[in-house]
């Protein structure tokens, strides 16, 4: 594509009246952050689980049900924070272009 066609950075003067200006990134997509941070909170409470000390009070699987609850809070937590600083990241990435709309809108 020629570079007249989509500007990276758009002049004022190349801006009509229905255009819009807006930031372009690859913005990640924050369920599948949450989703892996709680299997992995999960598999690591199955590991401590049943890799240590059997209890006299509890059997193995309620101790894996107690501790997954927890690890599964702070992995979620975790990829919370992993998303931010991705965000942030790909959002220092942005390029400003220029919305043209494709038509009036139909829905009358």
Known sequence: ?????????????????????????????????????ALLGVIIAFISAYSGEESADFTRAAVAGFLSVGFAFV??????????????????????ALAVPMGAAEHQ
Not at 6 to 26: C, I, M, Q, R
Not at 76 to 96: G, H, N, P, Q, S
């Open 1 to 37: 594509m020629e570079s007249s066609q989509h500007p990276s950075t758009p002049n004022p003067a190349s801006k009509k009246s229905g255009d819009v200006e807006v930031l372009v990134y690859a913005a990640p997509k924050f369920w599948p952050f949450m989703g892996i941070g």
């Open 75 to 96: 992995g979620v937590t975790l990829a919370c924070i992993a998303f931010l600083i991705v965000d942030r990241i790909t959002r220092k990435k942005a390029r400003r």
